[in-house]
């Protein structure tokens, strides 16, 4: 395959992690679990990484597009977390929960380890492969605005989904 193939398949990878992850936000329409008695800012810690990480793959297909090497080594990393944040839920390691893990919360956290593979895998291979030089990166005052709206819509997600997780809605 060539490299904008291997581009391709991992802003595809990033962004189908992101739909995944954001299906199950506490309070959302499966994640209905019971975290109350998980200290709050544990939860809200845990919340602000979930949003982050998602955030930031969604970032990082703009900036896969536009041939960082960093976006790529980033892209890694992100398949690694997603990955990581399933295997503890699965395994019952954190967040644990009186109330059982719904089916499809189960189905999806597994379908989110299986779509972090080829992410890690194809973002691995393009770093190693890489025979460009970054350029440099400017962005117009529009991409600062969009940054901004990304912060505010992370910030209510962020309550949004530790205030159901402290309440088991």
Do not use: Q
Request: proline fraction near 4%; hydrophobic fraction near 55%; include cysteine.
């Amino acid at each position: 395959m060539n490299a904008n193939t291997n581009k391709r398949i991992v802003s595809f990878f990033l962004i189908l992690s992101v739909i995944n992850l954001t299906l199950m936000i506490p309070g959302g329409f499966i994640e209905s679990r019971d975290f109350s008695h998980i200290n709050s800012m544990i939860l809200a810690i845990f919340n602000i990484f979930l949003t982050i990480l998602g955030l930031i793959s969604l970032f990082l297909v703009y900036f896969i597009n536009k041939n960082f090497k960093w976006s790529f080594k980033a892209a890694y990393l992100c398949g690694i977390s997603y990955f990581t944040v399933y295997i503890i839920d699965l395994f019952k390691i954190f967040p644990k929960s009186p109330t059982p893990m719904p089916e499809l919360l189960y189905i999806l956290e597994i379908v989110g380890c299986v779509i972090s593979i080829p992410l890690i895998f194809y973002s691995m291979k393009i770093i190693k492969e890489w025979k460009n030089d970054d350029s440099k990166m400017t962005f117009s005052k529009g991409f600062y605005g969009l940054i901004a709206i990304a912060v505010i819509i992370g910030l209510c997600i962020i309550i949004f989904a530790t205030n159901a997780a402290m309440t088991g809605k």
